[in-house]
Structures are given as structure tokens and as C-alpha cells.
């Protein structure tokens, strides 16, 4: 996979009232922001996991000219960590990820001319759509990628993936839940399960990409332990009690939901809400793919470079709802 080089990179300073020290988010843009072009701002999964996941979509500007902006999210990454607020849940909010979204689009001057789009994948597709919901002057398009449009939803999806596994693994995470200890043999076969069958449906080892971005995970799960919790199967951190759902209707640009067919948030429980709420919206899922299907094989990369590219570049939007 070749990886595209940035045009520009830097750190915008990210002024969070709570806190005295001073914070920073890291950016990378792809592409000629003053081309004309609308840019697609790109968020992360995670959470925590970092932009360098989404280098694949870097295509975008070579392939469609459509400029790409990725950037690591408050706590990982290159952007400022805060181990210090570690399991503080009072901080770690969807609203502190609205905030730096909305810092990103004014430091980039982003909302006039030909404004922008926003895609986000996983939590990054949560933050998006909530920040929707707030109908952001230039807002163009939105893909909602693997995302879902609440927490209690995401324990369902995992409910309902666990209830699919091999019983062996079954019990592995009902010992891990029971004892709190997520770091035996056979809870990291259950996990690694679900990352090859529901996450990453590479054939051959994890694309580095996804491995680095694990590795982020790994490093400082501050981010993710406080948000989602130590394990995708007992989400106990403050995503468990997030929804945009009521807010939904207030979607009013065109939007793509992009997902798997083994997706661990693409079941129906998790996109429904988006398909029956929001009223300009398509539904497009992947035969074969999982969570990451930029990732997963040439062909699913190259299915999605194309849907992404088609949808943010069409002469019209087709209302038409369709899966």
C-alpha cells in the first residue's frame, strides 16, 4: 500500500477550559486546500487509536482531487496526552472531541468558500454524527463509516457478536467480566478472535497501519479505557451513556453509512437509528468485510476509495434510501 506524503502538518493549540496545561491536536493535510475543492476531514477510531489508520483514504486526493485532513484526536497520537485525567469520565465526554473538531475547521478556515466534508470510522463516525446534529456552517457531506449513534447500541452489537462466538470464547469473556482481569491467555484468544473475524478480515497478518494503531491503543489507554472501557464486550466508560439518537432528524446534508457484513458495529441494531432518522441518507454494506474494509484486501480498498470518492464528488444526491 502506498502511503502518500502531506503537504502540510502541525499542531494547533486546543484550549480546554478545565485544564491549565497547555494542549495541542496534530494535523496532516493531503492535497491543495486552496484548490477549490471541498477537503474531507477524517476522524479516527479508537478511541485513541490515531489518524495513521486512515492513510489509505489519502487516495482521495490523488484519485478524486478532494483534499484530506487527518489528525490525532485529544489523548494519542502526536496530539497531547493527559494520563492525568485517566478514568476521569466527567472529562472524557463526546463534547471534548466536538470541541477540538470545532477548533480544527476554524484554525483551517474551513467553513467558508466550498466548506467541507466529514467522515468519520468507529468512534470517529460517533463524534461526526453528533456533530451533525449541530448543523456546522459548511458542512457539505458526511460518511458515517462503522459508527453507531449510541453507547447502549454498541453493547448490543458486542451482545450480540459474543452470543455468535465459539463457546470457548463465550466463557472466556464471561470469566474475564466475573474476575476483572482481561489479561489471561484465554480472554486474548477471545479478543483475537474478534479482531481477525469482526475487525480486520485481512487474509495475511494485520496491515501495519492497524497494527500501529493498536500499538496506540496498548500505549497510553487512557483514551480508550475512559471512554469506551477496558474491554469492547463490558463498555463501562462515559461512551455507555452517550446518544445522538434523539438529535438524528437534525441531520440535514446528504449521508453515506458505510459498513461490514461482519462489522462489529454494522449490525442493524447500531444503523437503524441513522437509516430511519436521518432523512437524506444511503446505506451501503459490504459483503465479506468487517470492521475495517479500507484495510482488509485491495478489492475492499478499492470499493471503498470508489464509494467515497463517488459520494463526495456526484453532479447530485440521489434521496433514494437504499442498503
Same mark, same amino acid.
Given at each position: 500500500?502506498?502511503?502518500?506524503?502531506?503537504?502540510?502538518?502541525?499542531?494547533?493549540?486546543?484550549?480546554?477550559? #478545565?485544564?491549565? /496545561?497547555?494542549?495541542?491536536?496534530?494535523?496532516?493535510?493531503?492535497?491543495?486546500? /486552496?484548490?477549490?475543492?471541498?477537503?474531507?476531514?477524517?476522524?479516527?477510531?479508537?478511541?485513541?487509536?490515531?489518524?495513521?489508520?486512515?492513510?489509505?483514504? %489519502?487516495?482521495?486526493?490523488?484519485?478524486? =482531487?478532494?483534499?484530506?485532513?487527518?489528525?490525532?484526536?485529544?489523548?494519542?497520537?502526536?496530539?497531547?496526552?493527559? &494520563?492525568?485525567?485517566?478514568?476521569?469520565?466527567?472529562?472524557?465526554?463526546?463534547?471534548?472531541?466536538?470541541?477540538?473538531?470545532?477548533?480544527?475547521?476554524?484554525?483551517?478556515?474551513?467553513?467558508?468558500? &466550498?466548506?467541507?466534508?466529514?467522515?468519520?470510522?468507529?468512534?470517529?463516525?460517533?463524534?461526526?454524527?453528533?456533530?451533525?446534529?449541530?448543523?456546522?456552517?459548511?458542512?457539505?457531506?458526511?460518511?458515517?463509516?462503522?459508527? #453507531? @449513534?449510541?453507547?447502549?447500541?454498541?453493547?448490543?452489537?458486542?451482545?450480540?457478536? /459474543?452470543? !455468535?462466538?465459539?463457546?470457548?470464547?463465550?466463557?472466556?469473556?464471561?470469566?474475564?467480566?466475573?474476575?476483572?482481569?482481561?489479561?489471561?491467555?484465554?480472554?486474548?484468544?477471545?479478543?483475537?478472535?474478534?479482531?481477525?473475524?469482526?475487525?480486520?478480515?485481512?487474509?495475511? @497478518?494485520? &496491515?501495519?497501519?492497524?497494527?500501529?494503531?493498536?500499538?496506540?491503543?496498548?500505549?497510553?489507554?487512557?483514551?480508550?479505557? #475512559?471512554?469506551?472501557?477496558?474491554? &469492547?464486550?463490558?463498555?463501562?466508560? #462515559?461512551?455507555? !451513556?452517550?446518544?445522538?439518537?434523539?438529535?438524528?432528524?437534525?441531520?440535514?446534508?446528504? +449521508?453515506?453509512? =458505510?459498513?461490514?457484513?461482519?462489522?462489529?458495529?454494522?449490525?442493524?441494531?447500531?444503523?437503524?437509528?441513522?437509516?430511519?432518522?436521518?432523512?437524506?441518507?444511503?446505506?451501503?454494506?459490504?459483503?465479506?468485510?468487517?470492521?475495517?474494509?479500507?484495510?482488509?484486501?485491495?478489492?475492499?480498498? !478499492?470499493? +471503498?476509495? /470508489?464509494?467515497?470518492?463517488?459520494?463526495?464528488?456526484?453532479? %447530485?444526491?440521489? !434521496?433514494?434510501?437504499?442498503?
Amino acid at each position: 500500500m502506498a502511503v502518500n506524503t502531506p503537504s502540510d502538518e502541525g499542531k494547533i493549540p486546543f484550549k480546554i477550559a #478545565s485544564l491549565d /496545561k497547555p494542549c495541542f491536536t496534530y494535523y496532516k493535510v493531503f492535497g491543495d486546500l /486552496k484548490s477549490g475543492q471541498t477537503p474531507l476531514v477524517c476522524l479516527h477510531g479508537g478511541p485513541g487509536g490515531g489518524h495513521i489508520s486512515l492513510l489509505p483514504l %489519502t487516495e482521495l486526493w490523488t484519485r478524486f =482531487q478532494i483534499p484530506v485532513i487527518l489528525y490525532d484526536q485529544i489523548g494519542c497520537g502526536d496530539s497531547t496526552h493527559l &494520563p492525568h485525567t485517566a478514568g476521569d469520565k466527567s472529562f472524557w465526554q463526546v463534547s471534548l472531541f466536538l470541541s477540538e473538531l470545532n477548533n480544527l475547521l476554524d484554525h483551517l478556515h474551513l467553513r467558508d468558500g &466550498p466548506g467541507f466534508h466529514l467522515m468519520g470510522r468507529s468512534f470517529g463516525g460517533m463524534v461526526v454524527a453528533d456533530f451533525a446534529t449541530t448543523r456546522p456552517r459548511g458542512l457539505r457531506r458526511l460518511i458515517i463509516a462503522s459508527g #453507531s @449513534p449510541s453507547g447502549e447500541l454498541i453493547a448490543q452489537a458486542f451482545d450480540e457478536l /459474543k452470543d !455468535e462466538m465459539p463457546s470457548e470464547h463465550q466463557q472466556a469473556i464471561a470469566e474475564a467480566g466475573r474476575t476483572n482481569n482481561f489479561n489471561t491467555d484465554d480472554y486474548k484468544a477471545a479478543f483475537n478472535y474478534l479482531v481477525k473475524n469482526n475487525v480486520c478480515r485481512s487474509s495475511g @497478518p494485520l &496491515p501495519k497501519v492497524l497494527q500501529d494503531a493498536l500499538k496506540n491503543l496498548d500505549t497510553d489507554t487512557t483514551v480508550k479505557n #475512559s471512554v469506551l472501557g477496558i474491554s &469492547p464486550f463490558f463498555i463501562d466508560g #462515559s461512551l455507555r !451513556e452517550w446518544t445522538c439518537i434523539p438529535r438524528l432528524n437534525r441531520i440535514t446534508v446528504p +449521508t453515506l453509512l =458505510q459498513t461490514g457484513e461482519f462489522d462489529t458495529n454494522g449490525r442493524d441494531c447500531a444503523q437503524k437509528p441513522f437509516f430511519d432518522l436521518i432523512p437524506r441518507v444511503r446505506w451501503v454494506k459490504f459483503a465479506g468485510a468487517g470492521h475495517s474494509s479500507h484495510l482488509e484486501s485491495d478489492e475492499l480498498r !478499492e470499493k +471503498t476509495i /470508489k464509494l467515497f470518492g463517488n459520494f463526495l464528488t456526484p453532479p %447530485t444526491f440521489s !434521496e433514494t434510501r437504499q442498503l
